[in-house]
């Protein structure tokens, strides 16, 4: 059984359009996360969700907007895509209720490609 | 501000030999520190961590790491590397009341036949 999982797994598009990225975690998690890979694979946090709060924001364009429905979901919408964009998009999840040294679990990844 | 920096872009050995990945870390207050491996076209999976207690820690696929708190180092070891070792190797640190995990660019190790 996939801990967590992201669809799609590759995404090529256009510049200037609008796409999402899912992500589901069936581990119970209480938290979720969005982080970036780079072409140099620098890792870089973008959104984070406790119990479907937002609780981090980095320096990240507003085209890009993290939604999510309920602890087990956090997809990520990015409108008018640019050249920049184009990266691997990590979801990720942890159980940070009870214990703050709880390890972070990964999906996949969707490597967007924008041309 | 929390930071870790891997000052090896690279590491090689061969296989059968010990393999050592540096990490190094800056914060205010007492670390939690991790290491993940990510394979190519693969997600992180995650090794091992230290919280708090005894400075060696034991992970996954016989790696271990020591906590050195006045050299502010993490490093990760293996006493004898496998071919299957090679990918690339993250340290990444977070402290207490903060959700956030800062990552280090990573270290990219090659195990040689």
């Known amino acids: 059984d996939t801990a967590v999982s992201q669809t799609p797994k590759y995404l090529v598009t256009q510049m200037g359009n609008d796409k999402s990225i899912k992500c589901e975690q069936n581990l119970g998690h209480d938290t979720m996360y969005w982080y970036k890979q780079d072409s140099k694979k620098f890792l870089k946090i973008m959104f984070s969700?406790?119990?479907?709060?937002?609780?981090i924001n980095e320096t990240v364009p507003n085209r890009f907007s993290p939604k999510s429905p309920d602890k087990a979901h956090l997809n990520l919408h990015i409108n008018s895509l640019e050249l920049g964009d184009s990266a691997v998009y990590f979801c990720?999840?942890?159980?940070?209720?009870?214990?703050?040294?709880?390890?972070?679990?990964f999906g996949p990844g969707t490597r967007l490609t924008v041309l | 501000a929390q930071s870790v920096a891997q000052p090896e872009d690279q590491v090689n050995v061969a296989e059968g030999n010990p393999l050592t990945v540096k990490c190094t870390y800056s914060?205010?207050?007492?670390?939690?520190l991790f290491w993940y491996v990510q394979y190519p076209n693969r997600g992180l999976q995650f090794l091992l961590k230290?919280?708090?207690?005894?400075?060696l820690v034991k992970g996954s696929y016989g790696f271990e790491a020591e906590f050195n708190k006045s050299q502010t180092s993490f490093h990760l070891k293996k006493p004898s590397a496998l071919v299957s070792d090679s990918a690339l190797y993250f340290c990444a640190v977070r402290v207490a009341n903060d959700y956030k995990l800062s990552f280090g660019a990573g270290t990219t190790v090659t195990v040689r036949a």
């Open positions: 990720a999840s942890s159980q940070v209720g009870g214990s703050s040294y709880n390890e972070q679990f």
């Open positions: 914060v205010s207050g007492n670390p939690y």
């Open positions: 230290y919280i708090t207690g005894d400075n």
């Open positions: 969700y406790n119990n479907k709060e937002l609780i």
